[in-house]
């Protein structure tokens, strides 16, 4: 094997099963924007997708989706007064959404790592990004939305010298002045004209996971995993006020660009309303939420502040009147608007047939999938996982082929050919797996991971002999096909969208040779089968004249039933005019297993069992298998 195709062979498929239409969040909801032209809420979240609802007099509706990220999605930006959105995800891209329709309209890919923060600029219509590769880049939207097909490059230059993850930036209205966030425990200051440093701000003992800049960037509010607030005068270079409302992390936080309050909140769960007009900086408990604070985003008229957490679920809690006197007292008044989420899948186990996966989510719920054909097979409700996986665990030994995430709260199946799993290492009976009507003749021995992967691909028309055979994939599921590299995301697509030529011609760039010698007909190069070296000794019980100590080597799916056969075959062979052989020979249409008996260390097997199995449940122990057998004599034949 050449280096170049042992590299591509860590090259990975993914895809998620899923709903086609995907209405609510999954996870938690890391970023909102409020758009006040259309009184519409963008939110994004954990589970990789962008939603957008209209909350117009209060009534939620839901409008659309937005989704080509392949991770999380960490923050988004509404630009060009509602018309775009930016975002930035763990997948290490930056895309430019049509706010309005919901599709995207570049993608990207400068950033090397995680892409944490964004910030925005209104005046100047210029978005910054950061994360994980220290990295801040600056875009112009108006060069984004002027990108097409054939004129789809950009470039940007970096601002460099940070020396940690960026985990939050701010941006002046005027887009001069620059703030970055990280775990360096300060803040660092930029002026984007010159694209250079101006300053770095010490005092927090934590990373600073969140910063806010005033109207004219004179003053910059930052929130720290060591949970303080501090407000800070830049001209100064200097801390004028540090506020310690919180006993945890502060991880979110939202002001009007007066700076007469901030909304802060964080691990502690506390939504935090302090006032910044007075000197002794009041801070009142709004709210309690149920879980840790990932983001906040006020209204346009102030009055309420919408609110993301690691759950599913977002809500919409109102704020104090300006002249209202400042209290530590929690009214406990509910949200003013709630939309709820879906409980995230928390739990997952790969039953025995190696097709079929379990799973709880947060409120207890277990759910059966279906990874051969990307489907949830039945909700099951709030039954006892370990019960479930017992009552449908089988002594059957299937190699794994295929690995579970649930990195966004749904079902993500990945395949690979590397060196922790083989993706082409599971022939199995098609009857066995329901695939063929149970009257068939033929037991067709069929591969599950190559089987699923003409099924993922066959709308590209890539073989004339397409898993379609058997079953199709959902065409509303997406698939993503990840790097070497990082785990990069090359190529996303829906099942149903590989039949575009332009499609066909980018996926035959990102397509794996593993795969490709599996979906495309001129290859003609389906799996090996996985073999077995074993040992057929007699047992000790054995009377008479047996055959010899025999060293085999099979299909790993091959039953005992096959080795019960071999035995007699060599018997007749080896002794055909022996007492022996014609006992054997007697009532010939007698199955083997009548006649035959096998062992594994004492242990009589079954003779539908298949050899992998007996090598997993019963050899166990190091070295070659070893299988015995007894004949069994003519008057335990007549019992």
């Given amino acids: 094997m050449t280096e170049e195709r042992s590299g591509k062979k860590k090259t990975q498929v993914s895809f998620t099963i899923r709903d086609e239409k995907e209405t609510r969040h999954h996870s938690g909801v890391s970023s909102i924007v409020y758009d006040p032209g259309l009184d519409r809420v963008h939110s994004a979240g954990r589970d990789g997708i962008i939603r957008t609802w209209s909350v117009a007099k209060g009534q939620i509706r839901f409008c659309h989706t937005m989704e080509h990220h392949t991770d999380w999605v960490n923050g988004i930006i509404l630009t060009s007064h509602g018309k775009n959105i930016m975002s930035g995800s763990n997948d290490c891209?930056?895309?430019?959404?049509?706010?309005?329709?919901?599709?995207?309209?570049?993608?990207?890919?400068?950033?090397?790592?995680?892409?944490?923060?964004?910030?925005?600029?209104?005046?100047?219509?210029?978005?910054?990004?950061?994360?994980?590769?220290?990295?801040?880049?600056?875009?112009?939207?108006?060069?984004?939305?002027?990108?097409?097909?054939?004129?789809?490059?950009?470039?940007?230059?970096?601002?460099?010298?940070?020396?940690n993850s960026i985990y939050s930036l701010a941006m002046s209205p005027d887009g001069n002045t620059l703030v970055s966030g990280s775990t360096e425990k300060v803040l660092r200051v930029w002026d984007t004209r010159r694209y250079t440093k101006t300053m770095k701000l010490k005092g927090h003992m934590d990373n600073v996971k969140a910063l806010c800049l005033n109207f004219d960037g004179s003053q910059c509010l930052s929130g720290s995993s060591d949970g303080t607030i501090k407000l800070w005068v830049l001209g100064q270079q200097q801390c004028i006020l540090t506020i310690r409302c919180h006993t945890q992390g502060v991880w979110a936080l939202a002001a009007p660009e007066s700076f007469h309050f901030v909304i802060s909140g964080g691990k502690d769960c506390r939504i935090m309303y302090t006032d910044?007009?007075?000197?002794?900086?009041?801070?009142?408990?709004?709210?309690?939420?149920?879980?840790?604070?990932?983001?906040?985003?006020?209204?346009?008229?102030?009055?309420?502040?919408?609110?993301?957490?690691?759950?599913?679920?977002?809500?919409?809690?109102?704020?104090?009147?300006?002249?209202?006197?400042?209290?530590?007292?929690?009214?406990?008044?509910?949200p003013l608007i709630e939309i709820e989420g879906v409980p995230a899948i928390k739990q997952f186990a790969i039953l025995s047939n190696k097709r079929h996966i379990l799973t709880k989510d947060t409120k207890g719920n277990v759910q059966l999938y279906d990874a051969l054909m990307a489907i949830k097979v039945e909700d099951l409700g709030q039954v006892d996982f370990e019960e479930e996986i017992r009552t449908r665990t089988s002594q059957v030994f299937i190699p794994s082929w295929f690995t579970v995430g649930l990195h966004t709260a749904m079902v993500t199946i990945h395949l690979a050919q590397d060196e922790n799993i083989d993706c082409l290492g599971s022939w199995v009976s098609a009857k066995d797996q329901n695939l063929v009507c149970d009257d068939s003749d033929a037991d067709q021995k069929v591969n599950l991971g190559r089987l699923l992967l003409q099924a993922l691909f066959e709308s590209g028309r890539f073989s004339t002999n397409p898993g379609h055979k058997f079953f199709s994939i959902p065409g509303h599921t997406p698939v993503y096909i990840t790097g070497e590299q990082g785990g990069k995301?090359?190529?996303?697509?829906?099942?149903?969208?590989?039949?575009?030529?332009?499609?066909?011609?980018?996926?035959?760039?990102?397509?794996?040779?593993?795969?490709?010698?599996?979906?495309?007909?001129?290859?003609?190069?389906?799996?090996?089968?996985?073999?077995?070296?074993?040992?057929?000794?007699?047992?000790?019980?054995?009377?008479?004249?047996?055959?010899?100590?025999?060293?085999?080597?099979?299909?790993?799916?091959?039953?005992?039933?096959?080795?019960?056969?071999?035995?007699?075959?060599?018997?007749?062979?080896?002794?055909?005019?022996?007492?022996?052989?014609?006992?054997?020979?007697?009532?010939?249409?007698?199955?083997?297993?009548?006649?035959?008996?096998?062992?594994?260390?004492?242990?009589?097997?079954?003779?539908?069992?298949?050899?992998?199995?007996?090598?997993?449940?019963?050899?166990?122990?190091?070295?070659?298998?070893?299988?015995?057998?007894?004949?069994?004599?003519?008057?335990?034949?007549?019992?």
């Fill in 489 to 639: 995301t090359m190529y996303r697509f829906l099942v149903r969208d590989a039949v575009g030529e332009a499609e066909r011609s980018c996926l035959s760039e990102a397509i794996p040779q593993w795969v490709f010698e599996q979906i495309m007909e001129e290859y003609n190069q389906p799996p090996k089968f996985v073999k077995i070296l074993f040992f057929l000794t007699p047992h000790s019980m054995n009377g008479g004249k047996s055959l010899k100590r025999e060293r085999l080597f099979a299909n790993d799916f091959i039953s005992m039933r096959k080795v019960m056969e071999h035995v007699l075959e060599k018997m007749d062979e080896e002794n055909p005019q022996s007492t022996t052989g014609s006992v054997i020979s007697s009532g010939t249409d007698a199955p083997a297993e009548e006649k035959v008996r096998l062992y594994c260390l004492d242990t009589l097997l079954s003779p539908d069992m298949d050899l992998r199995t007996v090598k997993h449940f019963y050899w166990k122990g190091p070295g070659d298998l070893v299988l015995t057998y007894s004949i069994l004599k003519p008057e335990r034949l007549s019992l």
């Fill in 276 to 334: 910044l007009r007075i000197s002794s900086c009041i801070s009142t408990l709004l709210a309690l939420e149920s879980h840790p604070i990932l983001s906040l985003c006020l209204s346009p008229d102030l009055t309420m502040v919408w609110v993301g957490t690691t759950d599913s679920t977002i809500k919409a809690w109102g704020l104090p009147s300006g002249d209202e006197d400042g209290s530590e007292e929690y009214s406990h008044e509910p």
């Fill in 93 to 163: 891209t930056v895309k430019l959404w049509n706010a309005q329709k919901g599709f995207v309209m570049s993608t990207l890919r400068t950033h090397k790592d995680y892409v944490r923060a964004l910030a925005y600029s209104k005046e100047k219509e210029t978005v910054a990004s950061a994360g994980f590769d220290r990295s801040i880049y600056l875009w112009d939207v108006q060069t984004l939305t002027a990108l097409t097909a054939t004129k789809n490059t950009v470039t940007t230059a970096a601002l460099t010298g940070s020396k």
